[in-house]
Structure formats: structure tokens, C-alpha cells
């Protein structure tokens, strides 16, 4: 039998909700086995981000190498790269290794509001990483940052947006309608072919603490099982959803709390 293996680079929050611990969490909950290199410590709780430690670029680099030569890696998921330099090494290690799916969250902003990704580390991002990517997966302002233009409101600028975010390198967009408004969050899946609509009830919760970092995870362990794109991102809307859904059976922190990652199990 073989074991599916999906690793996580990204960073790590010290409250456990979101970063390389939601990411952890979510491939255990969907049948995977996690490994992880971590590009950030953030001092970090369910109210905000009171501090990031960056590691050095050469270190991740290490990390990176050290799963790698030994695991067998049927998906990679990228989340907080923190700085120019660890993304340089994560690319220059993606095309050493050359993973069958890469699925990248370009997280710049935490729930909280906090920073995430340094300003100048925007265009190595649009340019090192997104022409690697199976697929990216930004919310709604993080689709317009990365284009530089207005938060999209309608179905078409929306679509647009992820045809122009493809032009950049990547195989497909998964726009994600988390911040947006009316009685359903619907994300939409752009690809080379077509857009799938994908609605679920926008939900009265707070506890939303890492629910992109999650859906995104959702999406590289469905790959690692050996998924096509539509049905991992089909399985993964459903999923979070239902992290969503629970969230409320858990009373985590004084802010956002986090989804439930083990709803099926308590």
C-alpha cells in the first residue's frame, strides 16, 4: 500500500489555527501524511500577528531537501513565504524536484488584518512562484493585489481577474469568495477550459482563523491521492465548509478562533 504524502511550506502559528499546524492538521483529517518546512515562526494568537521570525532562505532550502530525498511527495502546498530570498529558494527547489502538483496560497494578510508578506516580496512571488503552480488560490483582495486593481464584486470580474492571474504561469486559479458578500460564499475555479462555480451558505460564525490555509491543504492532499484538480477542489469546498460549520462547538482565544479540522471525528 502506498501512503500519500503531501508537504506543506509555509509558516507556522504559535495558536495552532492556521499556517503549517491547520495544514498539518487538515491532511491527517483527509487520509494524509504531512510533512512540512517552515519558512516563518509568528508569534501569533486568535486576536493578531505580534511578531515574525523569518528563516534563513538556506534552511528552508535544507528542509525542503531533507523531505524531498526521502518521502515520496505526491503534492506540495505553499502558503506564508514571508520574504523574497525564501521564495527564490523554494522555486529554485521545486525545480530541482519537479512535484507533479503544486498548490499555492499566496497568503499577504492574516484574518487579524496583519501583514503577512513583505511589500517588495510581491513581485517575486507573481514571478518565481505563480509560473510553478498547479494552481493558486487567493481570496478575493489577494486576486486584486496581485493584478493590482480594485477587489472584484461581479461573476465576470471575477472570472476575468483569474484568466489574467493564468497569464502570469500558473495552470489554474481558485478564486476564493470567503470576502465577499450575499446569502453564499462561492468560489470559482478558473482553468485553461472553463469556470466552475462552487457555492456554499456563507456561514454566522467568527471562527474563521485559517480557513484559507486550509482549503488550500484540502485541495493538495485531495492531489496526493490522486485527485484531478476539479474533484480536490469539489472535496475541499465541501470539507471546509463543514470545518466552518463546527467551528462553534470549539471555544479557542478571544478573536477569530479556528475551523474544526476533526469534525468527522468529535
Same mark, same amino acid.
Given at each position: 500500500m502506498t501512503t500519500p504524502v503531501a508537504l506543506t511550506i509555509a509558516g507556522s502559528d504559535s495558536s495552532g489555527g492556521a499556517g503549517i499546524q491547520a495544514?498539518?492538521?487538515?491532511? =491527517? =483529517?483527509?487520509?494524509?501524511? !504531512? %510533512?512540512?518546512?517552515?519558512?516563518?515562526?509568528? %508569534?501569533q494568537n486568535t486576536r493578531g500577528v505580534t511578531g515574525?521570525?523569518?528563516v534563513p532562505a538556506d534552511f528552508?532550502? =535544507?528542509?525542503?531537501?531533507?523531505?524531498? *530525498?526521502d518521502l515520496a511527495v505526491g503534492a506540495v502546498k505553499i502558503g506564508m513565504v514571508a520574504q523574497a530570498a525564501s521564495i527564490d529558494a523554494i522555486a529554485a527547489a521545486l525545480m530541482r524536484w519537479k512535484p507533479r502538483h503544486v498548490v499555492l496560497d499566496p497568503v499577504m494578510? #492574516?484574518? *487579524? !488584518?496583519?501583514? $503577512?508578506? #513583505?511589500?517588495? #516580496?510581491?513581485?517575486?512571488? /507573481?514571478?518565481r512562484l505563480i509560473p510553478l503552480a498547479s494552481v493558486i488560490t487567493p481570496n478575493l483582495p489577494e486576486a486584486a493585489a496581485l493584478l493590482d486593481e480594485p477587489v472584484a464584486t461581479s461573476e465576470a470580474a471575477i472570472?476575468?481577474?483569474? /484568466?489574467r492571474l493564468m497569464a502570469l504561469g500558473?495552470?489554474?486559479? $481558485?478564486i476564493k469568495g470567503g470576502h465577499g458578500e450575499g446569502a453564499d460564499s462561492t468560489d470559482y475555479l478558473v482553468d485553461s477550459e472553463k469556470t466552475i462555480a462552487l457555492a456554499a451558505p456563507r456561514l454566522p460564525t467568527r471562527n474563521t482563523h485559517g480557513t484559507g490555509c486550509s482549503l488550500s491543504s484540502a485541495v493538495a492532499a485531495g492531489l496526493a491521492r490522486g485527485e484531478d484538480l476539479a474533484q480536490a477542489v469539489r472535496h475541499a469546498k465541501a470539507w471546509i465548509s463543514a470545518a466552518i460549520a463546527a467551528a462553534d462547538r470549539f471555544s479557542v482565544g478571544h478573536g477569530h478562533g479556528p475551523v474544526h479540522h476533526f469534525h468527522k471525528f468529535y
Amino acid at each position: 500500500m502506498t501512503t500519500p504524502v503531501a508537504l506543506t511550506i509555509a509558516g507556522s502559528d504559535s495558536s495552532g489555527g492556521a499556517g503549517i499546524q491547520a495544514d498539518l492538521k487538515t491532511f =491527517a =483529517a483527509l487520509g494524509v501524511y !504531512g %510533512a512540512s518546512a517552515i519558512t516563518a515562526l509568528t %508569534a501569533q494568537n486568535t486576536r493578531g500577528v505580534t511578531g515574525i521570525h523569518a528563516v534563513p532562505a538556506d534552511f528552508v532550502t =535544507a528542509q525542503i531537501d531533507a523531505v524531498f *530525498s526521502d518521502l515520496a511527495v505526491g503534492a506540495v502546498k505553499i502558503g506564508m513565504v514571508a520574504q523574497a530570498a525564501s521564495i527564490d529558494a523554494i522555486a529554485a527547489a521545486l525545480m530541482r524536484w519537479k512535484p507533479r502538483h503544486v498548490v499555492l496560497d499566496p497568503v499577504m494578510v #492574516a484574518t *487579524s !488584518g496583519d501583514r $503577512l508578506l #513583505a511589500s517588495e #516580496a510581491v513581485e517575486a512571488l /507573481r514571478t518565481r512562484l505563480i509560473p510553478l503552480a498547479s494552481v493558486i488560490t487567493p481570496n478575493l483582495p489577494e486576486a486584486a493585489a496581485l493584478l493590482d486593481e480594485p477587489v472584484a464584486t461581479s461573476e465576470a470580474a471575477i472570472e476575468s481577474q483569474g /484568466r489574467r492571474l493564468m497569464a502570469l504561469g500558473c495552470r489554474a486559479v $481558485l478564486i476564493k469568495g470567503g470576502h465577499g458578500e450575499g446569502a453564499d460564499s462561492t468560489d470559482y475555479l478558473v482553468d485553461s477550459e472553463k469556470t466552475i462555480a462552487l457555492a456554499a451558505p456563507r456561514l454566522p460564525t467568527r471562527n474563521t482563523h485559517g480557513t484559507g490555509c486550509s482549503l488550500s491543504s484540502a485541495v493538495a492532499a485531495g492531489l496526493a491521492r490522486g485527485e484531478d484538480l476539479a474533484q480536490a477542489v469539489r472535496h475541499a469546498k465541501a470539507w471546509i465548509s463543514a470545518a466552518i460549520a463546527a467551528a462553534d462547538r470549539f471555544s479557542v482565544g478571544h478573536g477569530h478562533g479556528p475551523v474544526h479540522h476533526f469534525h468527522k471525528f468529535y
